[in-house]
T-cell receptor
Framework: QKEVEQDPGPLSVPEGAIVSLNCTYS??????FMWYRQYSRKGPELLMY????GNKEDGRFTAQVDKSSKYISLFIRDSQPSDSATYLC??????????????FGQGTILTVHP | DTGVSQNPRHKITKRGQNVTFRCDPI?????LYWYRQTLGQGPEFLTY????????KSRLLSDRFSAERPKGSFSTLEIQRTEQGDSAMYLC??????????????FGQGTRLTVV
C-alpha cells in the first residue's frame, strides 16, 4: 500500500463548477501538506502549502487538512479552463534526515470544459 | 529568471550510454532534491542535498546513478549504462525553511529522458 493515495480521475467538470480533490495518507509523521499543479510536460508548480490541520485559502483555492482522519483536500471555486492540469498532493515529515523530502500522490487529471 | 533551471530539457540516448543532467537551484536555497516521474505517476524521491552534503538516497537510486553538488551550488545527476527503464522525467527542486519549520519546494521544468 502506498503512503499517499490519490484518485487519478480523470475528472471532467464544466466551467464555473466547484472542484474537490482529495488525498489520504497512512504516515502519521507527515506534518506539512502541499498541492502542486502540473501542466503537460512541465514541472510541478506549488499552489498551496499548509502546516498541520486546518484550512488555508488563496484566491479561488482552499486547502483543508484533517490529520485525525489522515485526509487532505483542495477545493477550486469558479473553475476555469486554464485550471485543466494534473493536481498532485504532496506531504513531508518534520525533522531528521528526511526533512523536506516529499511523498507525492499519483496525481488527479482535471479537465474544465467551457 | 530566478526559478529552478534544468538542462537539457530533453535527452534521447541509446541504451548503454551515459547521460548527465544539470540543475541550478534558486540561489538562496540550501536544499536541493532530485525526483523521477514516470507517466501517470507522481514524482518519486531520488536524493537530497543540504548545501554540498548528500544526506539521503532512495533505494530507487541504483549504483548506476550518481549525484553531486559541488560547493553547494548547482547539482548534476549522472546515469551510467542507461536502460530503457530509466526513461522518465527527472525533476530537480530546491527549497528553504519556512516560518513553520517546514520547507516549500520549488521545481524546475524537468529533463525528459528517452532511452532507445
Amino acid at each position: 500500500q502506498k503512503e499517499v493515495e490519490q484518485d487519478p480521475g480523470p475528472l471532467s467538470v464544466p466551467e464555473g463548477a466547484i472542484v474537490s480533490l482529495n488525498c489520504t495518507y497512512s504516515n502519521s509523521a507527515f506534518q506539512y501538506f502541499m498541492w502542486y499543479r502540473q501542466y503537460s510536460r512541465k514541472g510541478p508548480e506549488l499552489l498551496m502549502y499548509t502546516y498541520s490541520s486546518g484550512n488555508k485559502e488563496d484566491g479561488r483555492f482552499t486547502a483543508q487538512v484533517d490529520k485525525s482522519s489522515k485526509y487532505i483536500s483542495l477545493f477550486i471555486r469558479d473553475s476555469q479552463p486554464s485550471d485543466s492540469a494534473t493536481y498532485l498532493c504532496a506531504m513531508s515529515a518534520a525533522g531528521g534526515t528526511s526533512y523536506g523530502k516529499l511523498t507525492f500522490g499519483q496525481g488527479t487529471i482535471l479537465t474544465v470544459h467551457p | 529568471d530566478t526559478g529552478v533551471s534544468q538542462n537539457p530539457r530533453h535527452k534521447i540516448t541509446k541504451r548503454g550510454q551515459n547521460v548527465t543532467f544539470r540543475c541550478d537551484p534558486i540561489s538562496e536555497h540550501n536544499r536541493l532534491y532530485w525526483y523521477r516521474q514516470t507517466l501517470g505517476q507522481g514524482p518519486e524521491f531520488l536524493t537530497y542535498f543540504q548545501n554540498e552534503a548528500q544526506l539521503e538516497k532512495s533505494r530507487l537510486l541504483s549504483d548506476r546513478f550518481s549525484a553531486e553538488r559541488p560547493k553547494g551550488s548547482f547539482s548534476t545527476l549522472e546515469i551510467q549504462r542507461t536502460e530503457q527503464g530509466d526513461s522518465a522525467m527527472y525533476l530537480c527542486a530546491s527549497s528553504t525553511r519556512t516560518g513553520s519549520g517546514g520547507t516549500e519546494a520549488f521545481f524546475g521544468q524537468g529533463t525528459r529522458l528517452t532511452v532507445v
